[in-house]
Every structure is written in structure tokens, then in C-alpha cells.
T-cell receptor, first 110, second 115 residues
Framework: QKEVEQDPGPLSVPEGAIVSLNCTYS??????FMWYRQYSRKGPELLMY????GNKEDGRFTAQVDKSSKYISLFIRDSQPSDSATYLC??????????FGQGTRLTINP | DARVTQTPRHKVTEMGQEVTMRCQPI?????VFWYRQTMMQGLELLAY????????DSGMPKDRFSAEMPDATLATLKIQPSEPRDSAVYFC?????????????FGPGTRLLVL
């Protein structure tokens, strides 16, 4: 079993919909939780960064961490076609290496 | 606008040939990572360096892969001999895992095809 599990999708939703992306993990020592966005033929770029549990909001994006359930989520409100990309969750303990999920391929249809 | 650069961007080679990929990390970043991405396996960490010293290369096939950081501005990943199963996109990322900046900046990747 992988340390971080993420449904690879693909996920296709209409423009304007709320998108929910999720990851589960097995290592309770993880402290830092990230979401990366990767456009086709590009490198991943950091989208959201959260330390420990709780919510973080940035514009249309909200990241949630539930350490008791070992579950993290990324919500995208008012989704746009430009949000079409692969979204990767990643996490680590302290200054250790990041462990990535498989990535979820998301398409927003106009 | 500081960014990680990688060369070459694309490489097509024949099985058995040596492949060298280069990465220039962002100035001031003390940690450099090499990843491989495929459809089947996703993003896999091959090796990483901190302050130019190798910290973890457990994800790398030791018999054919080698990673080095000859100076603070250059990291290399070498495959010798290359095999078709090495075909993938190889990303370099750099970061500074001290202080407030705790994330990795990825380069554009080297797309490798071994025939």
C-alpha cells in the first residue's frame, strides 16, 4: 500500500462547479501538506501549503487537513477552464523528502 | 524571476547509450531533488542533495543511474547504459528547507525517450 493515495481520475466537471480533490495517507508523522498543480508538459507548481490541521483559503482555492482521519482535500470554487490540470497532493515530516500522490487529472468543460 | 532550469528539454536516444541531464537550481537553494514521472508510477523521487551532499538515493537504480552535484549551481543525473524502460520525464526541483520557505520549485523537465 502506498503512503499517499490519490484517485487518478480523470475528473471532468462543467465550468462554475465546485471541485473536490482528496488524498488519504498512512503516516501520522506527516506535518506539512501541499497541493501542486501541473499543466500539460510543464513541471508541478506549488498551489497551496498547510502546516498541521485546519483550513487555508486562497482566492477560489481552499485546502483542508484532517489529521485525525489522515485525509486532506482541495476545493476549487467557481471552477474555470484554466483550472484544467493534474493536481498532486504531497506531504512530509519536518525537513524530510516530499511524498507525492499519484495526481488527479481534472478537466473543466466550458 | 528565479527559476530552475534543465537541459536538454527533450532527448531521444538508443538503448545502451549514455544520457546526461543537467539542472541549475535557484540561487540560494540548498536542496536539490531529482524526480521521474511516468503515467504508470506517477512522480517518483530518485535522489536528493542538501548542501551538495547526497542525502538519499534509495529511489535510484544504482547499477545504471548516478547523480552528482559538482558545485552549487549544477546538478547532474546520468544513465549509463540507458534502457527503454527509462523513458519518462525527469524533473529537477530545488528548495530551501530552512526558515519559512518550505516548498520545492520544479524545473520544466527533460523528456527522455529511449528506443
Amino acid at each position: 500500500q502506498k503512503e499517499v493515495e490519490q484517485d487518478p481520475g480523470p475528473l471532468s466537471v462543467p465550468e462554475g462547479a465546485i471541485v473536490s480533490l482528496n488524498c488519504t495517507y498512512s503516516n501520522s508523522a506527516f506535518q506539512y501538506f501541499m497541493w501542486y498543480r501541473q499543466y500539460s508538459r510543464k513541471g508541478p507548481e506549488l498551489l497551496m501549503y498547510t502546516y498541521s490541521s485546519g483550513n487555508k483559503e486562497d482566492g477560489r482555492f481552499t485546502a483542508q487537513v484532517d489529521k485525525s482521519s489522515k485525509y486532506i482535500s482541495l476545493f476549487i470554487r467557481d471552477s474555470q477552464p484554466s483550472d484544467s490540470a493534474t493536481y498532486l497532493c504531497a506531504m512530509r515530516k519536518g525537513a524530510q523528502k516530499l511524498v507525492f500522490g499519484q495526481g488527479t487529472r481534472l478537466t473543466i468543460n466550458p | 524571476d528565479a527559476r530552475v532550469t534543465q537541459t536538454p528539454r527533450h532527448k531521444v536516444t538508443e538503448m545502451g547509450q549514455e544520457v546526461t541531464m543537467r539542472c541549475q537550481p535557484i540561487l540560494g537553494h540548498n536542496t536539490v531533488f531529482w524526480y521521474r514521472q511516468t503515467m504508470m508510477q506517477g512522480l517518483e523521487l530518485l535522489a536528493y542533495f542538501r548542501n551538495r551532499a547526497p542525502l538519499d538515493d534509495s529511489g535510484m537504480p544504482k547499477d545504471r543511474f548516478s547523480a552528482e552535484m559538482p558545485d552549487a549551481t549544477l546538478a547532474t543525473l546520468k544513465i549509463q547504459p540507458s534502457e527503454p524502460r527509462d523513458s519518462a520525464v525527469y524533473f529537477c526541483a530545488s528548495g530551501s528547507l530552512t526558515g519559512a520557505e518550505r516548498d520545492q520549485y520544479f524545473g520544466p523537465g527533460t523528456r527522455l525517450l529511449v528506443l
